[in-house]
């Protein structure tokens, strides 16, 4: 994600919420109850890589195989962002 504020780059990892994830059914990406993420890979979840833009490693359960599901990024604003992925 890259995330700014009236147009300025947001480095404050505070800014940041939640993250979760629930299965959706893949046609109509309407969902069922959220999941929270608590499964990470790499340094650590959450990445500021700079001006603003933010990585999240993620190791998903191979429970996922054959879902759909989106995946929602909470900020301290209480604005939500969702990110949709298929999983083979």
Avoid at 27 to 43: A, F, K, R
Avoid at 50 to 75: E, H, I, V
Wanted: with cysteine; hydrophobic share 30%; proline share 5%.
């Amino acid at each position: 994600w890259r995330i700014t504020l009236n147009g300025a780059p947001v480095s404050d990892p505070n800014s940041f919420v939640a993250l979760t994830s629930r299965m959706v059914n893949c046609t109509t990406l309407t969902g069922l109850p959220v999941d929270t993420i608590e499964t990470y890979s790499g340094n650590s979840g959450l990445q500021y890589t700079g001006d603003g833009n933010w990585q999240f490693n993620w190791k998903t359960p191979k429970s996922y195989a054959s879902q759909c599901r989106t995946m929602t990024l909470t900020l301290n604003d209480g604005s939500t962002h969702d990110a949709d992925f298929t999983f083979k």
